[in-house]
């Protein structure tokens, strides 16, 4: 839905840009990358790969 309002000029680049990098949005990519790297981990995965790779994916998808 989101792209479809930048597609359809529902929204602004610059509101979207805010909303991306908005205190929640980046709560949300945070707990997602932990509760991904939870599932990894629960999936057998050695614990250095699953602490290394939950960490890229969480700095990725913040930014950090």
Not at 20 to 43: C, D, L
Request: proline share 2%; net charge negative.
């Amino acid at each position: 839905m989101f792209k479809s309002c930048l597609i359809y000029g529902e929204i602004g680049k610059e509101d979207a840009t805010a909303w991306q990098t908005s205190p929640e949005v980046m709560e949300f990519m945070t707990r997602s990358g932990k509760e991904w790297g939870a599932a990894y981990a629960a999936s057998g995965a050695d614990a250095d790969v699953v602490e290394a790779t939950t960490a890229a994916t969480t700095g990725f998808c913040t930014g950090a």
